[in-house]
């Protein structure tokens, strides 16, 4: 079993940054891609940026440019450094191992960190 837990997450004006942490713990030797997703209520969790154990990252349309994920495979962490933020960046983020690009995950959700973006 694997658990991540998420932190990083606040409030922040538009234009600014927040950097996000997500922690894995347990049986963490296998992880292959890592992934970000955000849910706001009433719509579909969306995948924002993966990255896989050679460090090749992927990213949604939407954050190109803006965000950028990163990975430390000793320390079983995976970073999400987010700027130029938009109000529509709103959001619960979560982390998970991604085993179906972008649209299975093999592990439990944890309880996420929201990010909230004023206008």
């Known amino acids: 079993q694997v658990q991540f837990v998420e932190s990083g997450g606040g409030l922040v004006q538009a234009g600014g940054s927040l950097r996000l942490s997500c922690a894995a713990s347990?049986?963490?030797?296998?992880?292959?891609?890592i992934g970000w997703w955000r849910q706001v209520p009433g719509k579909a969790r969306e995948m924002v940026a993966s990255?896989?154990?050679?460090?090749?990252?992927n990213y949604a349309d939407s954050v190109k440019g803006r965000f950028t994920i990163s990975r430390d495979n000793a320390k079983n962490t995976v970073t999400l450094q987010m700027d130029g933020l938009k109000p529509e960046d709103t959001a619960v983020y979560h982390c998970?191992?991604?085993?179906?690009?972008?649209?299975?995950?093999?592990?439990?959700w944890g309880q996420g960190t929201q990010v909230t973006v004023s206008s």
């Open positions: 998970n191992e991604d085993v179906g690009k972008g649209r299975l995950v093999r592990w439990s």
């Open positions: 347990g049986s963490t030797f296998k992880l292959n891609v």
């Open positions: 990255i896989d154990s050679g460090l090749h990252t």
